[in-house]
């Protein structure tokens, strides 16, 4: 059986609830590209929020960091992994969680004893030595010389605030050698594969620590490092996840895996990202901002590869290789099965674009490498030829040059500043801002959407929404051009409910209650498993990413503009609040 429904039975087992994988993109978090870690869509429950599965809770999280894209290509960097994760929210904490992770370990994976090892932390100025953690790891069954304690990798934390606590780290013997009698976290035969941390703090924006609400366990193992522990493989491209994608980029080429991993490394990580992020339900495609940028490097970066290995580029290599990936994690992630074409199309179209300007661009680097690379140059490539700068790096290289990454940041980011101003509003919900008049803008959508309700019809629905500082527009489903009556009545139920002072309330719910609940929402399987949804007293009910007003009063007075078609079917209302 695959270790992560070994993994989820085991914790369901022990009372926890099983809960969906997240989505690679995350909805209500704009701060983030995407999921890094199995617990960052739980932070709002690490905080101290109910979650609406309950305390104990277990799943397999997709994961995306691509901040060290171009480590990609050794032995254990991925750009996509899966963390398999449980947590406690108040419930059970240092003992159980201990217990647990040794039982599964010993009698689930059959992992002897003394291949085992582990860190706890060793206690600094600010936090005492966990000695408890030590102690429980004695009693579970770990010898004395297999507990080490170091400061810096024992203490966990999300980011430089928000919830953290101090860890214990479990460690795997991956190598034929004779285990050591004594345990050395720095000896790399030593892999680690589990990391439990007692998540008890919040750190606050001037570094201290304060008690969370909740003694909570967040715990998170690292599938691709298990598999390839267990599997006593120290190239994580050897372990059997790959077997097949990799056979298969050898059938294609002349070339050995052992004469040229890293393109084929690189190719098998940055297709099976490419696939999960074209396949997620927000619907990213390749462009030259945020997402989009990511999953644009991502593909050339491997087509480049493929040239490399003298793959027919032309071929459908690329899809042949997305369809194994689909076929081996369809089981997990419903969403492959689902958006099967959408993730070929994205790998055709972006080779057909990339094809167009990659000889033309390979040239021109010709002309330009006689010596080192500048920024402004670097950029050019970019814009005009479409390279990311880790194709111009990588090229540069081969040709012992260097390349002034900074200057290229330094242009990619106006340039950047450029395209996201022309797009804004593209995430949140059409909300282009969190400022405090955006916030009014966005409650008062809330209200509009509701009056054309009551006042027009029950069929209108929500079809977009754009907010800037100076207005708000609202594009709803409608078959005819509003009545001056019907605007005006719209108009003044609007302010009414305004006048009226109703409490804005935010919840956190399963979807399919937050349905069952009449909530409305524009794009249902837009949203993830767990919604939050809110309530302007009992007139609007709507799936929302927020920030809303917490009082309807704060909103100010509400006047309709204008009112116009948009398309077919679809009328646009423009208002702004005084
Ligand atoms: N937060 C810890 C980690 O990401 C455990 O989930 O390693």
Partial sequence: MNIKDLYIDFFVSKGHKQIPSAPVVPENDPSVLF???????????????????GKRLVDYQKCVRTNDLDEVGD???????????NWSLGDYFKEDSIKWSYEFLTSVLKIPNERLAVTVFAGNEVLNKDTEARDLWLQAGIKESHIAETVEDNFWAAGDTGPCGTDTEIFYFRSDDDIPEVFDPEDDRWVEIWNNVFMQYNRTSDGKLEELKNKNIDTGMGYERIVSALEGVNDNYKSSIWKDVISYIESLTDVKYEDNPTSMRIIADHIRTAVFISADNSGIKPSNTDQGYILRRLIRRAIRHAKELNIDINSNWDTEIAKLIINKYKKYYDELSKNEQVVYDV?????????????????????????????????????????PIELTTELASEKGLKVDAEGFMKKFKEHQELSRTASAGKFKGGLSGNGEIETRYHTATHLLNAALKVIVSPNCHQKGSNITVERMRFDFSCDHKLTDEEKSKVEDLVNKWINDGLDVNVQEMKKEDAIKSGAECMFIEKYPDIVTVYSIGDVSKELCGGPHVKNTREIGKFKIIKEEASSAGVRRIKAIIE
């Fill in 35 to 53: 999921n890094t870690a199995g617990m960052q869509p739980l932070i709002p429950y690490l905080m101290g929020i109910p979650h609406p599965y």
């Fill in 75 to 85: 032995t254990t960097h991925h750009t996509f992994f899966e963390m398999l994760g």
């Fill in 347 to 387: 790998l055709t179209n972006e080779k057909i674009k990339f094809n167009r300007t990659l000889e033309k661009g390979l040239r021109e680097f010709e002309k330009v490498s006689n010596k080192d690379i500048d920024g402004i140059t670097a950029f050019h490539l970019f814009d005009t030829f479409g390279f």
